[in-house]
């Protein structure tokens, strides 16, 4: 895909794998929406693509832990920009951002579930009119290897709760989400894929867990911008991949009555009208 006048807004910019794919889209002529919580990070990014030759960045600044903030972050967006090309929902906290305990989010949900997983959620049903408009156009959901059936008698995980285990559960939702929404996106120009950018990727979140890393966030940001740029997966979606590689997900993955229940759960938690 040639970037030349092309908008892409990708959540978790101002850190991480996201910053990086931000620098790279700017450089390649891209209009950049970043998305962070902190203005003098959103400045640093901005000053480096301005640097490199890259048009300046739109900051949207925004807590997804709030399903307030995520509606007000998209209206704004939309109220901002006539086409959306491109949105790479990558924002995410690890396992143990914040250390080992249970968390909430502002509307009382488990935090990963809600930042990782339903905060995407919402803002692209958002976005979609205006992606749909923009088409041909891509969702890229930046999930994971770590994946976690859903327990649906527990969501929130009240019981048995680990960092791990609420991780893993929201980068699953977030793959069942890509594939329910691919289905109901066939024949609108509009793709929908998610993918594992790398492993233990030199990241905040890495080092919040403790990891040693084990991979680039080049490495990673490569396999993001495949989704984002390439020809080859031009007219593929609702797909799984593991780095540059399609792969299968998690069996509750391909469960249609599983995923119809994310569903139905997720456009009540978020005030959605029921499909
Ligand atoms: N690192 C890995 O090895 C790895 C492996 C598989 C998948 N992933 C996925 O890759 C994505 C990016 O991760 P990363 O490793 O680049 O992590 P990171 O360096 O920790 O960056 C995370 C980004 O998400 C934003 N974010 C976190 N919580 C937020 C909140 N409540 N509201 C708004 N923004 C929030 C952060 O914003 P601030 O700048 O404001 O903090 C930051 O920009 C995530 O979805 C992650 O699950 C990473």
Not at 58 to 87: H, P
């Amino acid at each position: 895909m040639d970037m030349n006048g092309k908008t892409v807004f990708i959540t978790g910019s101002t850190d991480g794998v996201g910053r990086y794919v931000a620098l790279r889209l700017a450089a390649a002529g891209a209009g950049v929406l970043i998305h962070g919580r902190d203005v003098a990070r959103a400045k640093l990014l901005s000053d480096e693509i301005k640097r490199a030759g890259g048009s300046e960045p739109a900051f949207y600044q925004a807590d997804l832990s709030s399903l307030a903030d995520v509606r007000e972050l998209a209206a704004a967006v939309l109220a901002d920009n006539q086409r959306i090309d491109v949105f790479v929902s990558n924002a995410g906290i690890g396992s143990q951002n914040e250390g080992p305990a249970r968390q909430i989010s502002r509307d009382g949900h488990e935090l990963r579930f809600a930042v990782n997983y339903l905060a995407g959620f919402l803002l692209a049903r958002l976005l979609l009119p205006r992606l749909k408009a923009s088409a041909p156009s891509r969702i890229v959901n930046v999930a994971s290897l770590g994946q976690h059936p859903i327990d649906f008698d527990d969501v929130m995980i009240t019981k048995g709760y680990s960092g791990s285990r609420a991780y893993a559960q929201s980068k699953l939702s977030q793959i069942m989400f890509t594939i329910d929404l691919a289905e109901e996106l066939k024949g609108s120009g509009v793709t929908v894929n998610s993918l594992h950018p790398a492993t233990y990727m030199n990241t905040t979140m890495v080092r919040a867990g403790g990891i040693t890393p084990m991979s680039t966030v080049e490495q990673g940001g490569d396999a993001i911008l495949h989704l984002v740029l390439g020809d080859d997966v031009t007219d593929k979606s609702g797909l799984f991949f593991n780095g540059m590689n399609e792969m299968r997900a998690n069996p509750q993955a391909y469960d249609a009555a599983a995923r119809k229940r994310l569903r139905d759960l997720s456009l009540k938690l978020t005030g959605l009208p029921a499909a």
